[in-house]
């Protein structure tokens, strides 16, 4: 796995304060990863990574194009990009996620690659429906600016929260004497 070689930071060597790097990512950046939703694309990531004694702080903006492919022609077509995220890596006695955005590393780790962050921040970016442009403008000239409110609440719930007060002679008396501790 040469290439990802490319996404990899000697941290050992670093010292305690702010550096800048910056990687490319092209066709076979996606290649590397077995994933059939991203086909291609052109992206810069711009990562500032602030190291400290006790944990690193990552910055990663991403900004560029994927090749998609749209879900209602199965065309493909171009999806920009533009992803700004934060990420801690703290050092400690195991390699473990503690958080989406919160990992823990071993003391003694001499780099990290950051390939696969790279990877993940541009999926959770994408939409989940994958439409051509041309599609979307269709429907912005199809919409009449009109809004659906979808409610998961039955017709009754609505009239239940108006009356609470209400129902206190319905509620079991045990419960009655508990709202009198203060």
């Not at 000697?10 to 590397?32: C, G, T, V």
């Not at 409610?151 to 129902?167: P, V, W």
Request: glycine share 2%.
């Amino acid at each position: 796995m040469k290439k990802l070689k490319e996404y990899e930071i000697n941290i050992a060597k670093l010292s305690n304060k702010m550096h800048q790097y910056e990687f490319e990512m092209d066709d076979s950046f996606f290649n590397l990863f077995s994933d059939e939703i991203i086909h291609g694309g052109k992206l810069r990531a711009d990562v500032e990574l602030e190291k400290s004694e006790t944990l690193l702080t990552l910055h990663f903006d991403i900004k560029g194009t994927v090749r998609l492919t749209c879900d209602r022609s199965l065309e493909e077509f171009d999806q920009p990009v533009d992803v700004q995220e934060d990420m801690i890596m703290k050092f400690g006695p195991e390699n473990k996620e503690l958080d989406e955005n919160l990992w823990q590393i071993e003391s003694d780790t001499q780099q990290i690659n950051v390939a696969q962050h790279l990877y993940d921040y541009i999926v959770l970016s994408l939409p989940m429906k994958k439409l051509h442009p041309r599609y979307l403008e269709e429907m912005d000239e199809d919409s009449d600016n009109d809004i659906l409110v979808y409610s998961s609440r039955q017709s009754g719930d609505a009239d239940n929260d108006n009356d609470e007060d209400d129902d206190d002679d319905d509620i079991d008396p045990r419960w009655n004497a508990l709202k009198n501790l203060n």
